[in-house]
């Protein structure tokens, strides 16, 4: 008699401390903490005897917070990953610019020294056409022959 009596206070509380935890779990998936309301359900349905009225809905308690916890992690594994591809897109971005600035300095660095050669040419050019006229004029030709002027 004394056993049944103490097995049944023993059934009692841990049905009472199943309760306890279903409640707690509950309240920590109210407040967002998916991780915490499972340890809760699960240690629920550990002290939960097996003839417990409310262990099946506990039981899909703790699934139902499981699959909300595993899309919240793939939510933010696709957030953070959409994080890391525009953070790569955006480099890609800013070195095809600084590439793309490079190339620009150096076309225009080339264009400049062609211009400078080009200039340079043109200069050589008109001073040997003014020492070629200059030349001319020091010097006629007279019956076949080149005679100098002065």
């Known amino acids: 008699m004394v056993i049944t009596a103490f097995t049944r206070a023993v059934v009692v509380a841990a049905v009472t401390a199943a309760v306890a935890f279903a409640w707690r779990a509950s309240a920590h998936k109210q ?63 800013e070195e095809a610019k600084r590439r793309a600035d490079d190339e620009a300095r150096r076309k225009a660095e080339a264009d400049r020294k062609k211009k400078d050669i080009e200039e340079a040419r043109r200069k050589a050019d008109e001073e040997a056409r003014k020492r070629e006229a200059d030349e001319a004029k020091r010097w006629r030709i007279v019956g076949g022959r080149a005679r100098a002027l002065r």
């Not at 967002?32 to 939960?48: K, P, S």
């Not at 809905?57 to 953070?80: L, S, Y």
């Open 31 to 93: 407040k967002g903490d998916l991780d915490g309301c499972i340890v809760d359900y699960r240690r629920a349905l550990e002290l939960a005897p097996g003839d417990w009225q409310d262990k099946k809905a506990v039981e899909k308690a703790c699934k139902d917070a499981e699959a909300d916890r595993d899309r919240r992690e793939k939510a933010m594994d696709d957030a953070e990953r959409k994080r890391a591809e525009e953070a790569r897109k955006k480099r890609e971005a």
